[in-house]
T-cell receptor, first 113, second 110 residues
């Protein structure tokens, strides 16, 4: 199906475990983003990518790692999960136009115990 | 960094009422987005605008570039409009994403 999909939608893990959230888009959009959404903070940018093999930090990158070996995939890894990383994570993509419309995935709700 | 302020933070209204949500920002932008998020749901883009006014069904979005202000209006509101409405701005100068407001939580009572 066309669009942007995230997996898993729900994940419970323990402190110190490694977790990877997957994001896949079928539009061949150049730009992809990872945001986290927390009460009182709204959406905050974790990492973004302008193209395959090009990634850069956003506002809150500490504790996260990303990669983009293929245009359509942009996984987000928490190398050693902490309770403060309990959040809802949204992946988004946008075409080449700098002010283009943003398309969001359904979100991944992560709980770190 | 752009500062995006939304008002009100929370709004409860009766079905049929005309709704206005406001968004102001501090630095010039290339585009402003209005997003909708239903409880427990994903985020959907409603409008992207850089000038003037756009209309889609019962939703109207306006922007005043000089005043750095945008409004989202909902006419003949309905309980299914209950959601969080998020304003976000793009400065367009690089490859980064958007700066988001904290959202307006709208409840439409039948």
């Amino acid at each position: 199906d066309a669009g942007i999909t995230q997996s898993p939608r729900y994940k419970i893990t323990e402190t110190g475990r490694q977790v990877t959230l997957m994001c896949h888009q079928t539009w061949s959009h150049s730009y992809m983003f990872w945001y986290r959404q927390d009460l009182g903070h709204g959406l905050r940018l974790i990492y973004y990518s302008a193209a395959a093999d090009i990634t850069d930090k956003g506002e809150v990158p500490d504790g996260y790692v990303v990669s983009r070996s293929k245009t359509e995939n942009f996984p987000l890894t928490l190398e050693s999960a902490t309770r403060s990383q309990t959040s809802v994570y949204f992946c988004a993509s946008r075409g080449t136009h700098l002010a283009g419309e943003l398309f969001f995935g359904e979100g991944s709700r992560l709980t770190v115990l | 960094k752009n500062e995006v302020e939304q008002s009100p933070q929370n709004l409860t209204a009766q079905e049929g009422e005309f709704i206005t949500i406001n968004c102001s920002y501090s630095v010039g932008i290339s585009a402003l987005h209005w997003l909708q998020q239903h409880p427990g749901g994903g985020i959907v883009s409603l409008f992207m605008l850089s000038s003037g006014k756009k209309k889609h069904g019962r939703l109207i979005a306006t922007i005043n570039i000089q005043e750095k202000h945008s409004s989202l209006h909902i006419t003949a509101s309905h309980p299914r409009d209950s959601a969080v409405y998020i304003c976000a701005v793009s400065e367009g100068g690089g490859a980064d994403g958007l700066t988001f407001g904290k959202g307006t939580h709208l409840i439409i009572q039948p």
